[in-house]
């Protein structure tokens, strides 16, 4: 018996097993698990008249429903198919207390789903029309076309949902700088994002590699663009915000500095340290890996382009400009030092300073733009190379992005400060070794135990760092792994099992690939090895 055949036999095994645990019991195909729910043995059909009502006219409730009865009827309006003989439900309510439409970190997404076998009317309640959208996503999973009867139904009514987050903060890092990601690419993954309850955008923007956003204020930082065709221009950026925000998604922008920022200097070659290029200590092979040269802290010239940029994407002031969120991005990692050592200049100012090693030029850099964040209404968010240097003695409205060393997370909500957990070992999505399990396992709080600790630590990214994925294989790199992190950081922390976990990951990824993302197998990556269901490749 050769290989390839002993791995079908396996295959075929596992498949017949997780149908068997499918059949043994009520299968509950929401992802991610909600935090509480019941259910029946009933079945209720859908009208071929279902629609949804609200006591909410906003905008993001008005394009949800758009959305939601397509998502819901993937084969087509209800009423092009049979009619219903059973119990039948006419229509979904959404009924939300706060209608301000108003999403940042402390936004509330919690929800409660109602649906009854005496047919008629569905309930979701809400706080905001954001926990409308996580109701709405819920429900959408729950209904499935009978090839039988050719009706619209749910299966195992009545159900009784209440549920939210366990982290206010549950994102994914979006890289456009080692390589573009076209717009309607954009599009596709924030919709993606949604269907998983996602709720931050990370938008990895610039890098050492390529600045492909538009500037007005500094026109020519796009320069730095890989080409004129991979570039973002005000109103694309502008578009990909209002887009995510309509779904319920935070984008936060990063702008990292003083290191990684080869490409703003094609446009402002100024903002590079002088001699940069003849110094043996510095990663210059720009822009192909190791590129990492920093930005020139002596002149005013950086601090004015700095203050400026961050103003321009503010508004200069708290919750405006284009990007809206609180939170601010402003890397920090990384730090070359060793780019600076033939730059007269840069020697020249230390003096004048009064520094006699670079960490104090490190310091001085990330105080002097901290400030600009923080002056224009926003919390700074920094890797944790940053708490590495200053412990507890920055703003403590700063956020710290842990991916150096899980300990930093611990130390870093022990000094006050609010963290996310983005560890390399276990949240990087370009380790394509790690498979679902890891990303699933990874417990933000495994190590931390007092209360008021906990509270500090807002969720959790996972990183989609663009060195080796570009378009082509996007979504395949983020899902189905990026569904294991989001019910990590959704669901109840004693949702722990991946052996509970695998039927419905199996589900949610047939899901994903019914809705048009190209998501690759649970179990092998990236392709399937042979001829299969999406259920168990």
């Not at 899980?406 to 790690?434: C, E, H, K, M």
Request: glycine share 6%; aromatic share 16%; proline share 6%.
């Amino acid at each position: 018996m050769n290989k390839v055949n002993l791995n079908l036999i396996v295959l075929i095994f596992t498949f017949l097993a997780t149908i068997l645990s499918v059949r043994s019991l009520p299968q509950v195909n929401i992802w991610p698990l909600p935090q509480f729910y019941t259910f029946g043995g009933s079945v209720v059909q859908i009208s071929q008249n279902f629609s949804f009502t609200s006591n909410s006219n906003g905008r993001v409730i008005r394009e949800a429903f758009i959305r939601y009865y397509r998502l819901s009827f993937l084969h087509g309006s209800p009423a092009e198919f049979e009619k219903p003989t059973g119990s039948v439900l006419s229509s979904l309510h959404v009924n939300v207390s706060d209608n301000s439409e108003f999403l940042q970190l402390s936004t509330d997404e919690s929800y409660n789903l109602t649906i009854t076998t005496q047919g008629s009317v569905a309930i979701i309640n809400a706080v905001t029309v954001f926990g409308a959208l996580r109701g709405l996503e819920t429900f959408s999973q729950l209904v499935n076309l009978n090839f039988n009867t050719f009706v619209y139904e749910i299966e195992n009514a009545p159900w009784t949902i209440n549920d939210f987050p366990r982290f206010p903060h549950r994102g994914i890092l979006m890289d456009s700088s080692r390589h573009f990601i076209p717009v309607p690419d954009m599009l596709t993954f924030l919709d993606s994002m949604s269907y998983a309850k996602l709720n931050v955008m990370h938008w990895h923007i610039v890098d050492a590699q390529s600045f492909p956003m538009q500037s007005k204020s500094f026109p020519l930082l796009w320069e730095g663009s890989w080409s004129v065709l991979e570039r973002y221009t005000l109103n694309d950026v502008k578009f990909i915000v209002d887009y995510a925000f309509l779904r319920g998604i935070r984008v936060v922008p990063e702008f990292d500095g003083p290191g990684h920022a080869w490409a703003w200097g094609v446009g402002y070659p100024d903002l590079l340290p002088a001699g940069y290029n003849t110094t043996d200590n510095c990663d210059r092979t720009c822009p192909i890996n190791p590129c990492n040269v920093p930005l020139d802290p002596s002149k005013n010239f950086t601090y004015q382009l700095l203050e400026g940029l961050y103003k321009e994407m503010t508004g200069g002031k708290r919750y405006a400009g284009i990007f809206f969120d609180d939170m601010f991005h402003l890397g920090g990692d990384e730090f070359e030092s060793g780019c600076y050592a033939n730059s007269q200049e840069v020697a020249v100012w230390m003096k004048q300073q009064g520094f006699t090693n670079f960490d104090q030029v490190f310091a001085y850099f990330i105080n002097r733009t901290s400030a600009y964040a923080l002056g224009f209404g926003r919390s700074p968010v920094y890797w944790d190379d940053v708490f590495d240097y200053f412990n507890n003695t920055l703003d403590k409205s700063v956020v710290f992005q842990v991916y150096l060393d899980t300990s930093n997370l611990q130390d870093a909500v022990a000094a006050g400060y609010r963290a996310i957990l983005s560890n390399y070992d276990a949240w990087y999505l370009d380790s394509i070794g790690n498979n679902w399990t890891i990303f699933y396992n990874n417990e933000p709080l495994v190590y931390i135990t007092d209360p008021s600790e906990q509270r500090l630590v807002i969720g959790g990214e996972v990183c989609n760092w663009g060195e080796t994925m570009d378009p082509s294989d996007l979504f395949a790199r983020i899902w189905p792994r990026s569904g294991a992190f989001a019910e990590r950081v959704w669901s109840a922390r004693d949702v722990n099992s991946t052996e509970l976990a695998y039927p419905r990951i199996l589900n949610f990824r047939c899901l994903l690939l019914q809705r048009g993302i190209d998501s690759a197998p649970v179990d092998t990556y990236p392709n399937p090895p042979f001829p299969g269901s999406c259920f168990w490749q």
